[in-house]
């Protein structure tokens, strides 16, 4: 496992998701060649950065209700145990294994376990540092870096339905998602602010 490369990587200590300023995006086929794109609006997760960052970890936390689609009903129904069941698996969680640099000094690779539905399942998640500023309303104590992630999974892995056969043939839901992640990390854990401004499940 190779390191990444200081200059674009977090010092090492403790850097917090901030759920505000970062996009968790999903990406599914619906009645075999329509895309249907939501998000996951409440999330909360820690990267600790090691001294040498190939050591470093991520662990996040989705709340799993704060699925939006932009429409009521769909997402009252992916809320339901015909898919996400969300009232017996509330949370989806990624827990990091390791971190492998890429060829180019700015990329890399994530690797951990997913967790849908109370099953995990090992994906790897292909990442790029994107840059890093401070944060515009406290800028003399909070600094941000950005990343982009993408990956792919198969909802049948984790025994997310979907959604049945139709007449014409097919499922309701295909079972290949695309999982695109903008995210910023900041030094300042943002649970007082989100508090404050009323962000909370």
Do not use: C
Not at 58 to 72: F, M
Not at 186 to 191: G, I, L, T, V, Y
Request: net charge negative; hydrophobic share 35%.
């Amino acid at each position: 496992m190779t390191s990444t490369p200081a200059e674009f990587s977090p010092g090492p200590g403790t850097w917090h998701l901030d759920p505000l300023h970062s996009s968790l995006i999903f990406v599914a086929h619906y009645l075999r060649f329509g895309r249907v794109q939501g998000t996951f609006g409440q999330a909360e997760g820690q990267v600790r950065v090691a001294e040498d960052p190939a050591r470093s970890s991520v662990s996040v936390a989705i709340d799993a209700t704060s699925v939006n689609t932009g429409v009521n009903a769909r997402d009252a129904h992916l809320r339901s145990p015909d898919f996400l069941d969300v009232r017996q698996h509330p949370q989806i969680r990624f827990t990091s294994t390791g971190l492998e640099q890429t060829r180019r000094h700015d990329s890399f690779r994530l690797r951990g376990d997913l967790e849908i539905r109370g099953r995990q399942v090992p994906v790897s998640l292909s990442s790029e540092w994107v840059g890093d500023a401070p944060d515009l309303g406290s800028p003399d104590d909070t600094h941000g870096h950005y990343f982009s992630a993408t990956t792919r999974i198969s909802l049948s892995d984790f025994g997310v339905g979907d959604g049945g056969s139709t007449p014409w043939g097919g499922r309701v839901v295909g079972d290949t998602v695309d999982i695109v992640l903008e995210v910023r990390l900041q030094n300042q854990d943002p649970a007082p602010f989100l508090k404050q401004i009323g962000h909370t499940p």
